[in-house]
């Protein structure tokens, strides 16, 4: 049996014109699988998340979560399942500390029982290294703290499947890293499957077992972070470091001999290429037609590289 | 599946820490109480009180109005605060935690409002308390007895249409102009201010058809001796079936508005 398991799943929202968000989603996910839902912004990812955790209906298709039908058995899914949403910021009481807020939720909405929850509390938050702020009030709590609540309520009452939505979003590094490592040992441990949607490609490759690539509400690739990055056909990327380009830059730079594809990320572009040495001078000399001295590496692709190809190219694709 | 129970015992425990927080807030709800029974105490000089002797049995009219106020401490609960618990989760985005959850949304709503209601007690004692000391002529604890539970099965009747309101805010996101409209629609339909053999006999059988009609015809009754609208025993069992069938009509709703609401999404738009 599948944790997860969709069927032409298809979700359109009527608004002043049809929204197609979802287009023939179907994939499965193993038990105790970490499965990840990559993608740009508005590419469907939480509208997947919330159907398959029961907030929203599918137009089209079927799935099963712990293998209940969605939509025929929603409160059989409910009671198997975890939910950590993207609005953390509030979605827990201000006034209630972090203990009381993960009480309240475990017990009176999740029916586990007192001792157990509390004992569950002090064990998750002793592994994540968050007891002092465990009688802080919530509204007391920096913005990834209170993320990091919003995480532990999901998994507290020990679900068999677990859905978070960017669960690392407003963390530091130091503190995603530590949950990262958390979540995948916990996972292991109680045989959780957990479904998360993420950009940071750093968190895919770290602790998901699969990953699937989501794009204007179409899967477009499913496999281990590995394949993703193989899937991409490019060997090698040059960067450019802190440098700015406009449309005819990038055209320009597109048009070198050997350059498969140009991305812009945190102020550096990345060219895409098979032959880095190949592509370097021509680079520099391009570099020098236009009169700007730049620092130019070459590096090995990762899978951010290999998420910007993707995005990039079907974009493209899209126009 | 968490029960109903667990649900209305936590919320209590939840609101009760949440309310105790806001001190100065706390303070000034149950002040505002005394003082609205003060206030009625200076007014009740001012009042011609024959005709209303002659329409309800009683010529004491601050007592009939006090009743009617702390009447609707416990009605702005029931009718309000479920919808507002939802309006407050769909905008912090916590709507999505809950729905997510195992349990009943009937009984969560349920729930909530009957928690809603006991910390809401705190705020009626101190006027329903004002309303027995100008009715000290005629009270008997059979009296406050039978009036209270009257008004206990007319808040949970009146409940149901609370539940309706909250699965509303699920579909349509923003109804304080339809709880307005009926909040001030039952508080001139069900005698609450004035009688209800006042108004034309339309509106009287509109007002028969609310539970808060007979629940506060009963509770003056019982404690100001006050002429019933009709037998008391017809009233009980008009609230009865009231409370039956407004229960089944607030299952059904509950259930179809959140369905659709989920076409769109649990979220405000």
């Not at chain 1, 021509?282 to 993707?310: Q, R, Y």
């Not at chain 2, 609310?210 to 009233?235: A, C, N, Q």
């Amino acid at each position: 049996m599948f944790a997860i398991s969709c069927k032409g799943l298809v979700k359109e929202y009527k608004t002043q014109k049809l929204v197609r968000a979802l287009d023939d989603i179907t994939f499965d996910v193993a038990e105790g699988e970490i499965f990840g839902l990559l993608g740009p912004n508005g590419a469907g990812k939480t509208t997947l998340v919330k159907i398959l955790a029961t907030l929203l209906r599918p137009t089209q298709g079927s799935a099963e979560v712990g293998g209940h039908d969605i939509a025929k058995e929603e409160d059989m899914v409910r009671r198997v399942i975890g939910y950590a949403g993207q609005d953390s910021e509030r979605s827990a009481y201000f006034r209630l500390t972090v203990r009381e807020n993960l009480m309240y939720f475990s017990h009176a909405l999740r029916d586990v029982p007192v001792k157990t929850a509390k004992e569950r509390i002090e064990s998750i938050v002793s592994a994540i290294g968050f007891e002092e702020r465990l009688d802080k009030h919530f509204i007391a709590l920096s913005g990834g703290e209170k993320q990091l609540v919003i995480v532990i309520r999901a998994i507290v009452h020990e679900p068999k499947v677990c859905f978070l939505d960017e669960p690392s979003r407003s963390l530091d590094p130091l503190t995603a890293k530590r949950v990262r490592g958390f979540l995948k040992s916990y996972a292991s441990e109680k045989g959780m499957t957990i479904c998360l949607t993420t950009h940071n490609m750093k968190e895919a490759e770290e602790i998901c077992d699969r990953i699937a690539f989501i794009n204007r509400g179409r899967l477009q690739f499913i496999g281990t972070p590995e394949e993703f990055k193989g899937v991409v056909t490019v060997k090698e990327v040059v960067e450019i470091a802190n440098f700015e380009i406009d449309k005819v830059i990038e055209e320009r730079l597109l048009a070198i001999q050997g350059v498969s594809n140009v991305t812009k990320s945190d102020g550096n572009i990345r060219i895409y290429c098979d032959d880095a040495f190949g592509v370097l001078k021509n680079v520099f000399d391009f570099l020098g037609d236009i009169g700007i001295k730049a620092h130019v590496s070459m590096i090995e692709p990762t899978l951010e590289d290999a998420f910007a190809v993707f995005v990039s190219n079907d974009s493209a694709e899209g126009k | 599946m968490a029960s109903a129970l667990k649900l209305f015992y936590m919320a209590i425990w939840r609101n009760f820490l949440i309310l105790t927080r806001y001190k100065a807030n706390f303070l000034f709800e149950i002040l505002t109480s005394v003082l609205i029974g003060g206030f009625m105490l200076l007014l009740s000089a001012a009042f011609d009180t024959t005709m209303l002797g002659q329409m309800v049995g009683s010529t004491n009219y601050v007592a009939f109005m006090i009743f009617g106020i702390s009447f609707q401490s416990w009605q702005g609960t029931a009718l309000w605060s479920a919808a507002d618990t939802f309006r407050s989760e769909l905008s912090s985005g916590q709507i999505d935690y809950t729905f997510s959850s195992p349990f009943s949304r009937y009984w969560y709503i349920v729930s909530n409002i009957a928690a809603n209601a006991v910390q809401s007690t705190i705020f009626f004692i101190p006027m329903f308390c004002v309303g027995l000391w100008f009715t000290s002529d005629t009270l008997t604890v059979t009296g406050i007895s039978l009036g209270l539970m009257a008004t206990m099965l007319s808040i949970a009747a009146l409940s149901q249409f609370g539940a309706i309101f909250a699965a509303l805010v699920l579909q349509y996101r923003q109804v304080t102009a339809i709880f307005g409209f009926f909040n001030l629609a039952f508080q001139f339909l069900t005698g609450m201010f004035i009688p209800l053999q006042l108004l034309p006999m339309p509106l009287q059988v509109l007002g028969w058809c609310l539970p808060i009609t007979f629940g506060m015809d009963m509770l003056r009754h019982y404690v100001m001796g006050t002429i019933p609208l009709m037998p008391v025993e017809y009233e009980w069992l008009a609230l009865l079936l009231q409370l039956l069938a407004m229960s089944v009509m607030a299952k059904f709703v509950v259930v179809w508005l959140e369905r659709n609401a989920k076409e769109q999404g649990l979220h405000y738009i």
